[in-house]
């Protein structure tokens, strides 16, 4: 494996940087665990791994609802109550027994308003020798903005975090979090207020009016959507439009599309529409009152873009921790790296295939560009599937994975693209929905983008020499691959046909030249 020790010194890292994942600083975030006590549910998270983008070692969820009846008896939920501590003893020892104490554990809305919050606090420590931090809003919308900036790093726009009794918003600048307010618009709080439907939307009309004078708008306003009610949401916007890949984190939305699902929502039968998408009865009961609020935020704060963020406080917990030269690096590349560097044959050969096939894309943006160095990373870490299967595995991998900066369009295409590097002819098969996401153009740079891959997997030496350099030109439809010495014994038969077939692909002829 190709780490940061003195022998990396001599090697031109280029575009990738030298890998962090390694340095004692990064190796200190291998498991990390937090708690995050919530209005609705408390949720134990352990990170594995000091990639930039997080991967979940472990992740449970229990539905508690402390939370609920606040707004009128002032308490925590006595049962809520009663099912918290018991999930919080029962992640003690899951954490003691994976190595991982102490853990970090917060709690939010219903735990600092409530007047028995601190005593609830006081008895997790006596019971369970977890100290919880009880967060004010303002600190939990930092931290939930600052989980937007583990997936997006350098993002600007406004970060709206839902809970069951608040919701927060903080403003997103050149990758730093400004502004912050918080409300009591969380769904277990509208719904104590009397008065029926019509109050409660006067209600959270007013309130919206409020955060946005406090909040202003941002000039080409991107809308990032944190928690579980607006998740739920989606994946109900998801079912309405009959979206064939269901992964959450990145999903965009549109403001006439809230519009559309919020009446899709009224017209349903919930428990059915619950069923088709998999939302859990607590968490269904709330997206009435959810949808409410965010159709009152979108026509407020009028969003370009809207997007769904998988990634929140507990996350914004992780990054908090995390060295500024690493929250710095691109989650998508130090998540493909740290793959190939535990799963790959020969782990450092995606950034040498990166240089070989990026002359194929001359006009290919910053974006495009770190589609390719992720797929050439990830282009042999599937190598222990069936051979059978061992595209099929590569494509569900790219478009299902817990990658962080990712557009779903940008999934498929980089699954595609590995198809492409372990098959000829891969079939669309019950992949065609998804490839029917990208047009012609896209298509067909992502096969060329896997034949290039695929024939650069036949030429490799070591992690560190390059095979030989590939040079496009369109005016006279040439392919020209130029081999080093010692790649030349590797270019035989099937590494030929490999190369005939990526000049047919680019509508052209390959010419081949061999070291003197």
Same mark, same amino acid.
């Given at each position: 494996m190709l780490g940061p020790d003195s022998s990396d010194d001599a090697i031109d890292w280029g575009g990738f940087g030298r890998p962090l994942f390694e340095d004692a600083a990064a190796m200190g975030l291998g498991r990390v665990g937090v708690i995050d006590v919530g209005s609705n549910s408390v949720r134990m998270v352990v990170f594995d791994g000091a990639a930039?983008?997080?991967? &979940? +070692? &472990?992740?449970? !969820?229990?539905?508690?609802?402390?939370?609920? %009846?606040?707004?009128?008896?002032g308490r925590l939920n006595p049962e809520g109550r009663v099912r918290a501590l018991s999930a919080i003893r029962r992640f003690a020892a899951l954490a003691e027994g994976m190595g991982i104490t102490p853990l970090t554990a917060v709690a939010t809305a219903a735990v600092r308003e409530a007047s028995d919050g601190r005593d609830f606090r006081d008895e997790v420590e006596r019971k369970t020798g977890i100290k919880i931090w009880i967060i004010d809003g303002r600190e939990e919308a930092r931290l939930?903005?600052?989980?937007?900036?583990?997936?997006?790093?350098?993002? &600007?726009?406004?970060?709206?975090?839902? %809970?069951?009794?608040?919701?927060?918003?903080a403003d997103l600048a050149e990758g730093r979090v400004g502004r912050r307010v918080t409300s009591p618009l969380g769904p277990l709080k509208l719904r104590d207020i009397k008065g029926g439907k019509k109050a409660k939307k006067a209600h959270i009309n007013e309130v919206m009016t409020q955060l946005h004078t406090e909040m202003g708008t941002p000039s080409a306003m991107r809308l990032f959507l944190v928690g579980g009610s607006w998740r739920a949401i989606a994946r109900i916007d998801m079912e309405r439009r009959g979206h064939p890949l269901t992964v959450l984190h990145e999903y965009r939305m549109t403001a006439r599309q809230v519009s559309k699902t919020a009446d899709y929502i009224a017209k349903s039968d919930l428990q059915e529409l619950r069923a088709k998408c998999h939302i859990s009865d607590s968490r269904m009961s709330l997206v009435p009152l959810a949808i409410l609020v965010l !159709?009152?935020?979108?026509?407020? +704060? !009028?969003?370009?873009?809207?997007?769904?963020?998988s990634y929140g406080i507990r996350e914004g917990m992780l990054y908090e921790q995390m060295p500024r030269e690493l929250r710095e690096r691109d989650p998508l590349i130090e998540a493909c790296r740290f793959a190939e560097s535990k799963d790959a044959r020969l782990p450092g050969f995606g950034r040498i295939l990166y240089d070989f096939v990026k002359p194929l894309f001359p006009r290919a943006n910053w974006q495009r560009k770190r589609i390719i160095k992720a797929a050439c990373l990830l282009h042999d870490v599937s190598w222990r599937a069936h051979p059978d299967y061992r595209a099929e595995v590569t494509f569900d991998n790219a478009t299902r994975a817990n990658l962080g900066g990712l557009k779903h369009y940008e999934r498929v295409f980089m699954g595609l693209a590995l198809m492409y590097r372990y098959t000829s002819k891969p079939g669309g098969g019950r992949f065609s929905d998804l490839i029917d996401m990208l047009d012609d153009r896209q298509i067909k740079d992502a096969e060329i983008l896997g034949r290039a891959m695929r024939l650069g997997a036949m030429l490799w030496v070591d992690g560190k020499q390059d095979p030989g350099t590939l040079k496009w030109k369109p005016k006279s439809g040439e392919l020209h691959l130029r081999l080093t010495k010692n790649a030349e014994p590797l270019f035989g038969e099937v590494a030929e046909a490999r190369f005939n077939a990526l000049a047919t692909a680019l509508n052209g002829t390959g010419k081949v030249k061999f070291a003197k």
């Open positions: 930039r983008s997080p991967a &979940y +070692f &472990y992740n449970e !969820k229990i539905m508690c609802g402390l939370g609920a %009846g606040l707004s009128e008896s939930s903005a600052q989980g937007v900036l583990l997936g997006w790093p350098g993002s &600007y726009g406004l970060v709206c975090d839902i %809970g069951g009794s608040s919701l927060e918003l !159709k009152s935020l979108v026509r407020k +704060f !009028k969003p370009k873009d809207i997007a769904i963020s």
